[in-house]
C-alpha cells in the first residue's frame, strides 16, 4: 500500500532564504510526482509535474527533483518571498489502473520579511 | 479558459441532512475525482468517474454517492451527514480516466456540520 509522508510538517524561515521541502513514498513503481501549492482554505494549484522517466523538473524558482530508486522527491524554492507561504503537498497515482491520487500530509510554509 | 469549478463556495448543514456538491471540470475533461480534506491532512480520495462510470472508490461509507452527466459534470450527494464530515471538498479533472493522467483542482466546497 502506498504511503507518502512529508517532512517537516512546518518551516518558518526568513525572506530570501533558499528552503528545500522533502517528500518520500513506500511504493517506487509511480507513473509520476506531482507538487501542489494550497493557500488556506483554498484549492490546490498544481506546481510541478516530474514524469517517471525524468530526474528533475523547473519552474521559475522552483525546481523538483525525483529519485524514484530511493522513493523520494524534493522540492527546491530559491530566494524564498513572503508570498510563498503556503502548504506544499506532494502526490503520487495510487496502483489500479484509475486517477487516484495518494497526498502526504504536507509541508506549512512561513516565510517572515 | 475556466478551469475547475465547483458550487457551493460554503455550507452549513446539522447533522442528519443530505447535501449535493457540483463540479464541472474543465472543458474537454472527461475523468472527475473527488477528494475530502480535514484541516491538517491531505486529501483523501473518494471517488473517480470516468465516461459517466464510477472507476474506483476509497475507503467511504455508502453514505456518499456520486454521478457524472452527459456533459461529464458531476454531483456528489453525501446522506445522513455526521459531524466528521465537515472539511473541504475537492474536485479534480483529468482529460482521460489512467492513472498517468495530470489531475487540476478546483477551489473546494467548503461544508461545515453543525
Known amino acids: 500500500k502506498q504511503e507518502v509522508t512529508q517532512i517537516p510538517a512546518a518551516l518558518s524561515v526568513p525572506e530570501g532564504e533558499n528552503l528545500v521541502l522533502n517528500c518520500s513514498f513506500t511504493?517506487?513503481?509511480?507513473?509520476?510526482l506531482q507538487w501542489f501549492r494550497q493557500d488556506p482554505g483554498k484549492g490546490l494549484t498544481s506546481l510541478l509535474l516530474i514524469q517517471s522517466s525524468q530526474r528533475e523538473q523547473t519552474s521559475g524558482r522552483l525546481n523538483a527533483s525525483l529519485d524514484k530508486s530511493s522513493g523520494r522527491s524534493t522540492l527546491y524554492i530559491a530566494a524564498s518571498q513572503p508570498g510563498d507561504s503556503a502548504t506544499y503537498l506532494c502526490?503520487?497515482?495510487?496502483?489500479?489502473?484509475?486517477?487516484?491520487?495518494?497526498f502526504g500530509a504536507g509541508t506549512r510554509l512561513a516565510v517572515h520579511p | 479558459d475556466a478551469g475547475v469549478t465547483q458550487s457551493p463556495t460554503h455550507l452549513i448543514k446539522t447533522r442528519g441532512q443530505h447535501v449535493t456538491l457540483r463540479c464541472s471540470p474543465i472543458s474537454g475533461h472527461k475523468s472527475v475525482s473527488w477528494y475530502q480534506q480535514v484541516l491538517g491532512q491531505g486529501p483523501q480520495f473518494i471517488f473517480q468517474y470516468y465516461e459517466k462510470e464510477e472507476r474506483g472508490r476509497g475507503n467511504f461509507p455508502d453514505r456518499f454517492s456520486a454521478r457524472q452527466f452527459p456533459n461529464y459534470s458531476s454531483e456528489l450527494n453525501v446522506n445522513a451527514l455526521l459531524l466528521g464530515d465537515s472539511a473541504l471538498y475537492l474536485c479534480?479533472?483529468?482529460?482521460?480516466?489512467?492513472?498517468?493522467?495530470?489531475?487540476?483542482f478546483g477551489d473546494g466546497t467548503r461544508l461545515s456540520i453543525l
Open positions: 479534480a479533472s483529468s482529460l482521460e480516466g489512467g492513472s498517468n493522467q495530470p489531475q487540476h
Open positions: 511504493d517506487s513503481a509511480i507513473y509520476n
Open positions: 502526490a503520487v497515482p495510487a496502483s489500479g489502473g484509475y486517477n487516484k491520487l495518494i
